[in-house]
């Protein structure tokens, strides 16, 4: 059974900065790209951050700059650097495999909430 579980999220003025962490089941982490996904209320979930298997990024442009994904092949855990927040960047953080339809398939974990106050 694939099990995602995410952590770190919390609440943080503008400005602030978290680290968000993922622990992935080998199944859904090994050899396989990851990334983080949001969601806001009202809105469909968007990718945040991607990392290849070798440690290759990218970002959404909303996020560059600000964010910075990581990753620990030895322990299947994916990091979310979070600095220079802002109001927008609230949102249900998830991680879950690089490619969509994989991550659909695997399911979703139960995210972690981030709530940045102005």
């Known amino acids: 059974q694939v099990q995602l579980v995410e952590s770190g999220g919390g609440l943080v003025q503008a400005g602030g900065s978290l680290r968000l962490s993922c622990a992935a089941s080998?199944?859904?982490?090994?050899?396989?790209?990851m990334a983080w996904y949001r969601q806001a209320p009202g809105k469909q979930r968007e990718l945040v951050a991607y990392?290849?298997?070798?440690?290759?990024?990218n970002y959404a442009d909303s996020v560059k700059g600000r964010f910075a994904i990581s990753r620990d092949n030895a322990k299947n855990t994916v990091y979310l650097r979070m600095n220079s927040l802002k109001p927008e960047d609230t949102a249900v953080y998830y991680c879950?495999?690089?490619?969509?339809?994989?991550?659909?398939?695997?399911?979703w974990g139960q995210g972690t909430q981030v709530t940045v106050s102005s």
């Open positions: 990392i290849t298997s070798g440690g290759s990024t």
């Open positions: 080998g199944s859904i982490f090994g050899g396989n790209a």
């Open positions: 879950n495999a690089g490619d969509y339809a994989i991550a659909t398939m695997t399911g």
